[in-house]
């Protein structure tokens, strides 16, 4: 059993900063990709950020320049620092991993997310 836990949402004024966290935990062998997520009411869910296990990153280009995306392997933690808040950042923010487990019948892979955690950037 395999489960991200995130943390660090809140309510913060624009112009202000938040650092998200994601915990992976459980039967864990390997972690591929991990990334942070984002869908806003009525919305799409949309790619904000991704890491390779390397460290290679990706951004949306609405965040460029304001969010860092990082990692801790040895935490399996991935992280989202957050400045120069916008209102249109107002979300519920969600963690990806692509992982490899330890099941039963040996390895297997598969794609797991949090629960999210509510972001909401004031004006």
């Known amino acids: 059993q395999v489960q991200l836990v995130e943390s660090g949402g809140g309510l913060v004024q624009a112009g202000g900063s938040l650092r998200l966290s994601c915990a992976a935990s459980g039967s864990i062998f390997s972690i591929n990709d991990m990334g942070w997520y984002r869908q806003a009411p009525g919305k799409q869910r949309e790619l904000v950020a991704a890491?390779?296990?390397?460290?290679?990153?990706n951004y949306a280009d609405s965040v460029k320049g304001r969010f860092t995306i990082s990692r801790d392997n040895a935490k399996n933690t991935v992280y989202l620092q957050m400045n120069s808040l916008k209102p249109e950042d107002t979300a519920v923010y969600y963690c990806?991993?692509?992982?490899?487990?330890?099941?039963?019948?040996?390895?297997?892979?598969?794609?797991?997310w949090g629960q999210g955690t509510q972001v909401t950037v004031s004006s």
């Open positions: 890491i390779t296990s390397g460290g290679s990153t």
């Open positions: 990806n991993a692509d992982l490899v487990f330890m099941g039963p019948r040996g390895l297997g892979s598969s794609d797991y």
